[in-house]
């Protein structure tokens, strides 16, 4: 299936699924659940918030889908709601007291994919990203493993462009030297 | 695909595991299914809303335009080829990979230039900040990426600029960031910044 047809499928599983087509939402979910699974684990890092997170967001959706304006992306729809609920997630941690480590303090064990069991993630990337502020790693995210452009990512992010390119610009900074670094020290 | 994308694409990504999704795609189902059908007249408000949408878009692209038409004009216009933009030129040449920024203030011209030659220093797009305050003006001359450090009321800065993708110019010193929309005070001086049209 090319780029077009594609397009029009969504387009009509999307109008299907705003006129209360059940069947349509499941097609829509099991289309993209992996893509969102996927972003919410590069925001977080972590398998278990990237779980939370992409269930939270596809309720969400179908909650709101009624609302859903057709001429715009569903799939930039979809990471607004999932970057929201993984703000709404660190917020009531933070809250609740139980999330005052660093990122870098709970580099977990993950499923890898295409690997045969549990492999530890402690790379010096892994590292590097959860070093990185929240809000310039979810820049960093969109327009590099999204391929969002900074107009997307602005949207998404619901912040102005110039914030966008500066966060990925000093991202990309800090990233370069902390992998830097990491391999001087491992030479 | 460049060095720092190939970089990013070391992250392994966790398969979904497949009684989460399935778990997720219960609720979100249950929850499609709880939701209320669209009525008539919401559909009726969407419409009028989506026309009123329409008329403010196309005033919206009128005026986009006319100001693409101004700026176009002011940016062709000889009076923006700036003389320190051309200098900035010939510096760079005369130093090759060596120049960081000129700074211009109360008449005075000052080069920040590395001892040698560094690969970070090669020129990107030259670009103008301008720091203005009751009358003192002080100019930095410099590139897209780099930091400047200088003194401004005893303070040391370390002014960082970038270009972004749109043509617009960030600038920032630690917490302070300013943007066209964020047009910030730094100890008090208002900040102006533009790409230079200078032929490199």
New interface residues.
Partial sequence: MNQTEELANESRLVGA????D?DA??DL??RY??MI??FA??LTLS?HD??DI??ET??S???A??GFRREASFKNWLYQIAANRQRDLFRQRQRRRDFNLPLTAGIEE??????DGD?A?F?P??AA?AALPDDWRHALVLA??ENR??AEATQILGC????V??RI?RA?RQL?QR?HHAAKRHE | MNDFEKILNGLPVPRPDADRKERAKYHALMAFKSQTPNSKLQENSKFQITNFKTILRFCGKAALIVSVGVVLAFLTSPRHTNPSGKMLAQIAQLFPDQLNAVIERDGDTRIILADRADPSLTVTQPLLVSLERRGEKINILSFSGRVVRFNLDGREISLETLLTAGGHVIVSDGDFLWSRENSNRLLGYNIQARPLMVKL
């Fill in positions: 699924a705003i006129s209360g059940a939402f499941a979910f099991n659940y992996a699974h996927a684990y590069r398998a990237a779980d992409a269930q596809f309720v959706a179908a909650r889908i009624g993950t499923h890898v994919a295409g690997g492999i993630d790379s990337l892994h990203l590099y493993y452009n900074h102005a462009e110039a914030t390119s500066w610009f990309k370069k992998l």
